[in-house]
């Protein structure tokens, strides 16, 4: 190409098609983060309704329907319900794990002090309610359920977030979102320390053998993610053999995923430059220089994208906008009767959350910047936190997913309507504190370090 030849800006652009002009105003909501929250409000009211119709007991029993296989005496196999809590949720653990890393490595929390923050937040924020809890229901049946006050609903706070708009500064949506994935990290910890069965050693020794693998796979240079989740796989089945929630096994995978990429900007536009130099030609590129330069681009292309961008790109979807809306669907039904409302279970896990939430996270958030560990960004007030934390409340997914190991069939009722109630509560609280005109209003606070 000459060097003072223009080039057609629609050229310069992949074509497109019918159903692309229609997807593409549909996609881009799609990946709004707060669309994932209202399909899965949606998805939570009709398991809702569902489970209070005529229909209950068939919306119950297609969850327990059994799926899997058997060879010989050896079966495989669990509940509907069980396959998505404990299959497809590795999927959201392993998305959590990758927007963990990114955020640590690449991202906002790449400073140790300004992550300091959002890490004592969410440790207070699990601490504190746990021991409520725990004091609330010392010595009573309940006692195991300690775990489901710890979590913060992701997609449901940054939701929430999305309403007020520019009444808040990113700094707050940043602060929550990491806050949230880092409680997302601590309850999968408490799943597998707190709610995993007795430990069979072996398939617990394979697993590592397996992690070693993935690593040695990374360090070799292979490129394609099947063989990975090949691996993943197969050290996914042999957690779930040793009496370890399978879940772990997303943690640990995301964990591991590299964050650096193999083709820098620089090495891309060279191969990108050979790919315009080389003349067309009407006869058959295939096994010709062009194909070859043309395959390189597209791998180049591929490749200036890390694997955790890339991972979270294609996963970030079916996770927001299937997975969590079908966990929800699965789980969040429960016959409302007001006679679970005075249940020690429901005020102790309301209380955790609505109580416990707040000021875990306002306290160590308060230590933190004291002993000055942590930095504190200039627009993120003092009464912006409050609102935050009264947010944090909203557990929902993590707590339903908690409750359900955690509470025998004569309390999970209880826990749901507790999870619930403070959901709902957490909700209206913040909304209301944050759209406060004095949540908003004036100069940032001085003295934030």
């Not at 196999?77 to 794990?97: C, K, Q, Y």
């Not at 996963?315 to 966990?327: D, Q």
Request: glycine share 10%; net charge neutral; proline share 5%.
């Amino acid at each position: 190409m000459e060097p003072d030849q223009k080039v057609n800006p629609k050229a310069a652009r992949l074509p497109r098609t019918f159903i692309g002009r229609l997807a593409s105003p549909f996609v881009h909501f799609l990946q709004i983060e707060s669309a994932a929250g209202a399909i899965l409000l949606l998805l939570t009211v009709a398991a809702l309704v569902l489970s209070n119709s005529p229909w209950a007991a068939a919306f119950e029993h297609v969850w327990e329907t059994r799926v899997g296989f058997q060879v010989g005496s050896i079966e495989f196999a669990r509940s509907l319900r069980e396959w998505i809590n404990d299959g497809l949720m590795t999927l959201f653990f392993f998305l959590v794990a990758l927007e963990l890393k990114r955020e640590l490595v690449l991202g906002e929390l790449n400073t140790p002090r300004m992550a300091a923050l959002s890490i004592a937040a969410a440790l207070g924020g699990m601490v504190v309610p746990a021991t409520i809890y725990l004091l609330l229901q010392a010595g009573q049946p309940g006692h195991r359920g300690w775990g489901t006050v710890m979590a913060t609903d992701t997609a449901f706070v940054i939701g929430s977030l999305a309403l007020l708009g520019s009444r808040i500064p990113q700094s707050l949506r940043v602060f929550m979102l990491s806050l949230a994935i880092v409680d997302d990290i601590g309850a999968i910890l408490v799943v597998a320390i707190g709610y995993s069965s007795q430990l069979a050693w072996w398939p617990l020794l394979l697993a590592g053998l397996g992690l070693v693998a993935i690593h040695v796979m990374a360090r070799l240079g292979f490129r394609g993610f099947p063989l990975y989740f090949l691996v993943g796989g197969f050290v996914w089945l042999v957690v779930d053999a040793s009496g370890t929630h399978a879940t772990v096994t997303g943690v640990m995978l995301g964990l591991m995923t590299p964050t650096c990429r193999w083709v820098s900007d620089k090495r891309l536009y060279a191969i990108l430059d050979q790919v315009v130099a080389h003349p067309t030609s009407s006869e058959s590129s295939a096994g010709t220089k062009d194909r070859q330069t043309l395959q390189m681009a597209e791998i180049a292309a591929r490749e200036t994208l890390s694997p955790v961008e890339r991972l979270e790109i294609a996963l970030h979807p079916w996770v927001g906008f299937v997975i969590m809306p079908l966990f929800a669907f699965a789980n969040a039904g429960l016959p409302l009767t007001a006679s679970a409302l005075g249940n020690s279970v429901t005020v102790a896990i309301f209380l955790g959350f609505v109580l416990g939430k707040p000021l875990g996270i306002l306290l160590f958030s308060g230590l933190a910047l004291r002993f000055r560990v942590a930095l504190r960004p200039p627009d993120l007030t003092w009464r912006l936190l409050v609102g935050g934390s009264l947010l944090a409340g909203i557990g929902f997914t993590m707590a339903l997913f908690i409750a359900n190991m955690a509470f025998d069939a004569s309390l999970i009722d209880s826990a749901k309507m507790g999870i619930f109630l403070a959901s709902v509560f957490s909700a209206a609280a913040g909304l209301t504190f944050l759209m406060w005109p004095q949540a908003s209003a004036g100069p940032p606070e001085a003295g934030h370090t």
